[in-house]
């Protein structure tokens, strides 16, 4: 299994970007795919997840700016980001687990729950 997180870039406040994960040796049919994020000198959190049935999960005030979405024929994941704020600063990374990942109401992923881990894409967002 290989996860190949890409799209990141430098962006003004108020911008967005849309962020893929390439997917190969699964297929999406079996796995949740979550993203996440860690900036430097925090610990990584997650960001949102979507199985595979289209089940959503992530904090409210997350999805009033990130939606998440796949693409089952090519196999990618994507991470939509608007209004990005400083704040979003980090490097950004998705990760998969086999079967349906579960999660609290207004929770985001967990990251240890996920088996496989791609290389990340770094999002820099100036004020």
């Known amino acids: 299994v290989q996860l190949q997180a890409s799209g990141g870039g430098l962006v003004q406040a108020g911008g967005s970007l849309r962020l893929s994960c390439a997917d190969s040796?699964?297929?999406?049919?079996?796995?949740?795919i979550g993203w996440f994020r860690q900036a430097p000198g925090k610990e990584r959190e997650g960001v949102l997840c979507?199985?595979?049935?289209?089940?959503?999960y992530g904090t409210e005030s997350v999805k009033e700016r990130f939606t998440i979405s796949s693409d089952n024929a090519k196999n990618t994941v994507y991470l939509q980001m608007t209004n990005l704020q400083p704040e979003d600063t980090a490097v950004y990374l998705c990760a998969a687990v086999e079967g349906t990942y579960y999660a609290d109401y207004d929770a985001g992923p967990v990251p240890p729950s996920f088996n496989y881990w791609g290389q990340g894409t770094q999002v820099t967002v100036s004020s």
């Open positions: 979507i199985n595979s049935d289209g089940l959503i």
């Open positions: 040796g699964l297929t999406l049919e079996d796995y949740a």
